[in-house]
């Protein structure tokens, strides 16, 4: 979740115990990003730095997230409760997009994009989630002698996506909203399912579903 920040597994779904995880209602949380608090604070701090507002969700209104990003006002609201993972507002010079990136960076965190907004988050990224959860399923398999190969399959829009796409079998890109692809992911291999966002996801099982 939240950009590959914390892997919720449910609990008992394998038959060992899960490294660095934390009992929370019915699963196991492993956390691999840094507090919602922590990045706020860091935000404010690289705010005063650059001397220009970084306005993130923590800062806007329900009604000003559904005006950025147009959700709907419970979606907004439910986007809103951040745990690891703080979008925020970053419009200027690309000197200035430069030096706010390159101070999260220094401070040993990183950035990236998703649609329309820039992300704050600890040191992690949607690819250390999924092979740390690959790792868990082959794990099963050897506890019970099943030697078959997971396949992985990725599907995402935007380069916040890439270190996902990046570590799965089969990366899948759909189109943005606007209908065009992503110019920056180049991943060997990758396939363009035509499609925005959930559309494109639904064409892409199928035709996956289709293929096996």
Known sequence: MENGAAVFVPRGLFDFPLERARARTSYDVIELGLPYGMLRDVLKQIE????????????????EIVQVTGLSRQDAFLAK?????????????PALIEEVCRQIVVRGLRWTKGGRLFHLTGDNNKGQAATLLLRCYQRQQRLHGQGERIETVGIGDSINDAPLLAVVDHPILVQKPDGTYDPDIHIPGMTRAPGIGPIGWNHAVQELLAWR
Request: proline share 10%; no cysteine.
């Open 81 to 93: 409760q951040r745990e690891y993972d703080e979008p925020y507002i970053l419009e200027g010079p």
């Open 48 to 63: 005063k730095t650059v001397a220009t507002p970084l306005r993130g969700f923590g800062d806007l209104s329900i009604d």
